[in-house]
T-cell receptor
């Protein structure tokens, strides 16, 4: 099946620094990728839809200047948490859609971000 | 507004007992519904989708538009079914998913 790789799996950073998380589709091309945030013992909340070659579409309440998304190729989307603060600490998960109209999403393993 | 509700945070059953994980949705369009599962220390993965109408690992789910439900069922639970289960609604267009809160299924020996 389709495989999505997410890197790093865990990152610890100091407050005020920026962190980049990568999401790669390994064996398929993904025109659309999604970024989610998951708080402890809670569900996944969609942050943004990442479209190859165009600007990401952010959900209401998500700061686009805080969470920069770049989808420069058909196999790579990146999420950069800029000027991270402790409240940004969370589990971030990406997913990718197989093209040709199928709506199934394949998920990465997630990135645990801890901001000190 | 679009919404997915899973009323039970935790469902605990004994091995061999029937299981039903509840999911209700709210959506004005034509719904496309999924069940995703997350086993311990693993990534989220698709379990089944309503348009497939198939049984995966003994699980089935039927879309009931009248009751706006998509409950997940299995007649005889196994210990390896213990996991977190998420019901999800796909919206049109880019295929955004709206997730329910998740239900932890615990199958005791």
């Amino acid at each position: 099946g389709a495989v999505v790789s997410q890197h790093p799996s865990r990152v610890i950073c100091k407050s005020g620094t920026s962190v980049k998380i990568e999401c790669r589709s390994l064996d398929f091309q993904a025109t659309t990728m999604f970024w989610y945030r998951q708080f402890p013992k809670q569900s996944l909340m969609l942050m943004a839809t990442s479209n190859e070659g165009s600007k990401a579409t952010y959900e209401q309440g998500v700061e686009k200047d805080k969470f920069l998304i770049n989808h420069a190729s058909l196999t790579l989307s990146t999420l950069t948490v800029t000027s991270a603060h402790p409240e940004d600490s969370s589990f971030y998960i990406c997913s990718a859609r197989v093209p040709l109209g199928d709506t199934i999403q394949y998920f990465g393993a997630g990135t645990r971000l801890s901001v000190l | 507004a679009q919404r997915v509700t899973q009323p039970e945070k935790l469902l605990s059953v004994f091995k061999g007992a029937p299981v039903e994980l509840k999911c209700n949705y709210s959506y004005s369009g034509s719904p496309e519904l999924f069940w995703y599962v997350q086993y311990s220390r693993q990534r989220l993965q698709l379990l089944l989708r309503h348009i497939s109408r198939e049984s995966i690992k003994g699980f089935t789910a039927d879309l009931n538009k009248g009751e706006t439900s998509f409950h997940l069922k299995k007649p005889f639970a196994q210990e390896e079914d213990s996991a977190m289960y998420y019901c999800a609604l796909s919206l049109g267009g880019p295929g955004k998913l709206i997730f329910g809160q998740g239900t932890t299924l615990q199958v005791k020996p």
